[in-house]
């Protein structure tokens, strides 16, 4: 059986994509944690192991791809957990590196909506209607 409320974290430094994000997701029943940089977001993930993770990729003090590197070093649930990655452009070189680590969402921000990632995020976690 699944939790009764699914935790997401958004590790995103622009603060109105943040808080856009994380008032969309709120709204739809998600319990967000926000980090500002690839760092906290690390350290937050490691602790609270959310069900899925929404990661910038260009982030002060870690990156997101390094920061998603980290985390599926964790043989239990960092291996597994679901990563979308967010851009402000498609990079063949992430894109790369990042199915090597079992990620396969990638949203460039400037082509999507955020009742898409909403759609997204529930379709990773099995709560699509």
Known sequence: MNKAVKTILIAEDEE????ALSSKLEKRGFNVIKAHDGEEGYKLAMKEKPDLMILDIIM?????MDMM?????????GGDVPIVMLTNVSDPENVSRAAILRVYDFL???????????KLVEDKIGLAS
């Open 16 to 19: 109105a994509m943040l808080d």
């Open 60 to 64: 002060p003090k870690m990156n997101g």
């Open 69 to 77: 590197e980290k985390i599926r070093e964790d043989s239990g649930w």
């Open 108 to 118: 460039v921000k400037t082509d999507w909506r955020l009742d898409d990632v909403v």
